[in-house]
């Protein structure tokens, strides 16, 4: 994989998806935040399906934290590891309320400090809320980013450092949005799609799968 194949792997995501953006429903930082926290091991959909009640009843740090964890736990029960997150939730409004003026900081650590916020979720609100060229590594980046040679990695911090090094420095900010949605529903984990696979003359997986 070299410097131009991911320049024309880049340019190719761009030009059929060119203002890519989370699957995932809010309308402002701190919905994003809340509902990154609530989507660890959890699909965007189920995730949805919560927020899309929670929200109109409570959003914003003081309405969230007055519904107490077992307020909050009856909106998003659904959601796998339901009860850790709504204690992760609070806590989080809590400090928010107390430190930040209720505001999502656009700072990692700030945002690292929060209960229940790690890495990879401080890495989505600083891209997807505030553009920042960050890249939040899941499963399906981890996965594609390996697979196409684009940015391999043993581990997820590597990858995240491949990625940021050598993704051309005009798609960075919207790399981890392209890398997502390609790895959900293209180059998926059992059996890539790469019969349409719009990069798959690029990709450098040896075992591609044609017949689809």
């Not at 410097?3 to 953006?21: D, G, V």
Request: proline letters at 5%.
């Amino acid at each position: 994989m070299n410097k131009t194949k991911r320049h024309e792997i880049f340019s190719r995501l761009r030009a059929e998806n060119p203002k890519p953006e989370t699957e995932l429903n809010y309308s402002s930082e701190f919905e994003l935040l809340v509902a990154v926290t609530l989507s660890a091991q959890a699909t965007d959909v189920s995730v949805n399906k919560a927020t899309d009640k929670l929200f109109p009843v409570a959003n914003t740090p003081e309405t969230i934290y007055a519904l107490g964890v077992e307020g909050l736990t009856t909106y998003i029960k659904t959601i796998g590891l339901y009860n850790s997150k709504a204690k992760n939730v609070i806590a989080a409004c809590k400090i928010l309320i107390e430190r930040h003026g209720s505001e999502v900081p656009e700072d990692r650590e700030a945002l690292e400090a929060l209960p229940g916020v790690g890495r990879k979720t401080a890495n989505v609100v600083l891209n997807t809320a505030f553009g920042h060229p960050a890249m939040a590594v899941d499963t399906h980046i981890f996965r594609v980013s390996n697979r196409t040679k684009i940015a391999p990695g043993k581990t997820v911090l590597a990858v995240e450092k491949a990625l940021m090094k050598f993704v051309p420095k005009e798609f960075l900010v919207d790399a981890h949005h392209w890398l997502i949605l390609h790895g959900r529903y293209t180059c998926v984990a059992r059996k890539p799609r790469c019969g349409s696979c719009l990069i798959s003359d690029l990709c450098e997986y040896k075992d591609k799968v044609i017949d689809d």
